[in-house]
């Protein structure tokens, strides 16, 4: 594990009645110890270099001989993934960040490579090592693994009930299979969509260290909100202007999101403006999942207007939360048309940031200009969006249409643990036929039964309240507003019932990541008041509160 960057500590000066002295510069190493630590920055790059160029070459090899035995694109993927394992690894803490930064462009890389199901999961190449090397530092430092504490009950309860799932039912139709299908194998695949980004908790938790990693990691997420939109921006200006040619046939091809559309970034796109139809995908696998990052963008790009202590951020903040609704209007995301604004108020009213008079009037003028002005300039693509939402809507009722998926999981259930793991799950459907519920607590009833729902649910609840408490704990006014804003992000997440939104990118990631900085907040929050008082009569009392939280901030 790669040594952490040390904590700033700041240093007041006393206020005193005589001149006041230059501050006490800390003692000069002698010229044993700068060549000691020299020597040893040297070493450690060497080690560096070596470990990086011996996993480049061994990856590039298996990667050579997989392309000439099978296909050169996917040998091209399997260096990448070897490469990624290897330095994943050895470098957690980076990982996790690439981890984060790739979770948007996954869409984009995978069907640039020929859209492989196994490409689907090149992700997790940094995920599953960087996850490994978490848990070894926190056996190695005595932390605990599982954060918070409450969950731990509703998680074991959870797995049980998964675990008796894939032996008695998946196990069961395993040995009754047919046709080339793998129902327990589906099943595994359905766990781990079901809770293997829990740990992501874990991740953040030891990842974040102080506020410059906050306002680095929150301020990565901007810039990729921006970096996205702006490719679906030039997405939507190739197909307007002909560069793309957009969807082609008769019939109900010109309806239905394909790959062969395909545009720029992305995978299946939907484009016949004659019979008013757009669905853009953005830069993920397929228009949804492009609608549930604008959704999820809506709250990040809330807590940086709002709670980043630099005003260049702040407006950064601003344009992030201009483009996600203007990409909800011209990308035709229904569900983000409707969802972006309800988040936005529901987020002013929850956090309390209406009442900040100094900040939500510059923000909420500022915004209300720039969607105003295209507006204007734009009437018909508003009129247009508006009116297929408004179509949809009249046609399939949110409400009615999730009470029937209910009725029909109630009544297609089979057992106490449901029809098997991964049998409503879409992602799953390589490994056999699945029924496809287009909501997620359904679809969670449908695979493990009631049981099995009422323990999801009482997971959900359970972080949700340990993430409430971390906010109620942070006091210092910006990190509160983050905190806030993750709360409400988590909360809207766990019961929000239309569409299954946690089975999919990037929700499936940015729920837990959520959780993981809200519950470190209040950590952080006492870690910077302790280094401000260290000047205090307590400062021996202090100084060891400051040791025992910096235990858990080793991880790098």
Not at 104 to 119: C, E, M, N, R
Not at 200 to 228: A, G, P
Not at 459 to 465: C, G, H, K, Q, S
């Amino acid at each position: 594990m790669a040594n952490s960057i040390p904590f700033r500590r700041s240093l007041r000066r006393k206020q005193t009645s005589q001149p006041v002295e230059e501050n006490v510069q800390a003692p000069a190493l002698t010229h044993k110890e700068r060549i000691a630590l020299k020597r040893k920055a040297a070493k450690e790059r060497k080690a560096l270099i070596r470990y990086t160029v011996t996993s480049l070459f061994a990856s590039a090899l298996a990667g050579v001989l997989l392309g000439l035995l099978a296909e050169p694109k996917l040998g091209v993927g399997a260096t990448f993934a070897l490469l990624c394992l290897t330095l994943s690894f050895k470098y957690p803490r980076q990982a996790i960040y690439a981890f984060i930064i790739y979770i948007p462009f996954s869409g984009t890389v995978t069907y640039a490579l020929g859209g492989s199901s196994i490409l689907q999961l090149a992700k997790d190449a940094f995920y599953v090592p960087a996850v490994i090397g978490v848990i070894q530092f926190c056996r190695k430092n005595r932390l605990p693994i599982l954060i918070p504490k409450s969950i731990k009950l509703p998680v074991g309860i959870l797995l049980t009930i998964c675990l008796f799932t894939l032996v008695l039912v998946n196990g069961a139709q395993e040995l009754e299979a047919t046709g080339g299908e793998k129902p327990f194998l589906m099943g595994i695949l359905g766990l781990k969509i079901l809770l293997g980004y829990l740990l992501m908790i874990t991740c953040i938790y030891y990842l974040i260290r102080n506020k410059e990693d906050l306002y680095f990691l929150l301020r990565t997420q901007v810039v990729l909100i921006l970096v996205c939109c702006g490719l679906c921006f030039v997405q939507y200006l190739m197909l307007k202007t002909g560069i793309c040619r957009g969807t082609v046939g008769v019939g109900e091809t010109l309806f239905k999101a394909s790959l062969q559309s395909k545009c720029f970034v992305g995978g299946s796109l939907l484009y016949t403006p004659s019979h008013g139809q757009i669905r853009l995908p953005g830069t993920f696998v397929a228009p949804w999942q492009w609608g549930w990052f604008l959704i999820s963008s809506a709250f990040f790009s809330f807590g940086t207007a709002f709670s980043d202590r630099s005003p260049f951020w702040r407006m950064m903040g601003l344009y992030s939360m201009a483009a996600v609704f203007i990409m909800a209007v011209l990308s035709a995301q229904r569900i983000a048309l409707g969802l972006v604004p309800v988040a936005v108020v529901t987020l002013l009213l929850l956090t309390g940031q209406i009442a900040n008079l100094k900040r939500f009037v510059p923000i909420g003028i500022g915004l209300g200009l720039i969607l105003g002005f295209l507006m204007i300039k734009n009437p018909e693509v508003v009129q247009q969006r508006w009116q297929s939402f408004q179509d949809r809507w009249n046609a399939s009722p949110p409400h009615e249409f999730v009470k029937q998926q209910f009725l029909h999981s109630i009544k297609d259930q089979d057992g106490l643990f449901g029809n098997g793991l991964g049998r409503g799950t879409n992602a799953t459907r390589v490994f056999g036929e699945v029924r496809l519920i287009e909501t997620y607590h359904p679809k969670v009833l449908f695979e493990i039964g009631p049981l099995g729902l009422l323990s999801v649910l009482v997971l959900y609840t359970a972080l949700t309240v340990a993430v409430f408490k971390a906010y109620r704990a942070t006091k210092e006014p910006d990190l509160r507003g983050y905190a806030a804003s993750m709360w409400v992000f988590v909360l809207f997440i766990s019961y929000f019932p239309y569409y299954y939104a946690l089975d999919v990118d990037p929700v499936n990631v940015y729920y837990w990541l959520a959780a993981g900085i809200a519950l470190k907040l209040p950590e952080i929050d006492r870690l910077e008041k302790l280094e401000q008082s260290l000047d205090d009569p307590n400062a021996k009392l202090n100084k060891r509160k400051l040791k025992r939280l910096k235990k858990s901030a080793k991880f790098s």
